[in-house]
């Protein structure tokens, strides 16, 4: 018997997502008020554009699998998004809104669908499904970014952990 007979690779990515989109808005809420937009040197970008940029994969991938993907680069959809992300409610309720949806065209997507080259924002083809990890660790990566920014102004506390 193959270890992946039976296994649901959407069902446990689409599981993921969701873990992270919650592991994220916890972060987001833990973020101080007052550094939500605040860059911290250099060239670094705030929580909020960070946000933004994560939240903007995964509204890329998710019209990519219903397809309806624009001929936009994900910079013009980030910069759209943005906007929604200047305050912390909005960043989250847009991250759940990014998340639902992506997950639900991930579930209703077909094999055929999943495995078709497209070419994502940063024009390197690859599988659909390969995007979706991407999309999905895209969400890890920012979230880890959040995390520093905290541990930057002084707080060590994981606040996905409860």
């Not at 959809?77 to 309720?93: D, N, R």
């Not at 991250?95 to 055929?112: F, I, K, N, R, T």
């Not at 979230?143 to 994981?158: H, P, R, S, T």
């Amino acid at each position: 018997m193959s270890m992946t007979q039976g296994l649901d690779a959407k069902a446990y990515l689409i599981g993921w997502l969701n873990a992270l989109t919650g592991m994220y808005s916890a972060d987001i809420a833990a973020t101080p008020d007052d550094q939500w937009t605040t860059t911290h040197g250099g060239c670094t970008r705030s929580a909020s554009d960070l946000t933004a940029d994560a939240i903007s994969l995964l509204v890329w991938t998710a019209h990519a699998l219903n397809g309806t993907a624009s001929s936009d680069s994900e910079s013009n959809l980030m910069e759209q998004i943005k906007g929604e992300c200047l305050t912390k409610a909005g960043a989250i309720a847009k991250l759940g809104s990014a998340s639902q949806a992506m997950g639900a065209a991930l579930a209703a997507a077909s094999d055929e669908s999943l495995g078709k080259v497209v070419t994502p924002p940063w024009q390197m083809d690859a599988p659909l499904f390969m995007i979706c990890h991407i999309a999905v660790s895209h969400l890890w990566y920012h979230d880890g970014q959040l995390n520093y920014i905290q541990c930057l102004l002084g707080d060590d506390k994981v606040h996905w952990m409860g």
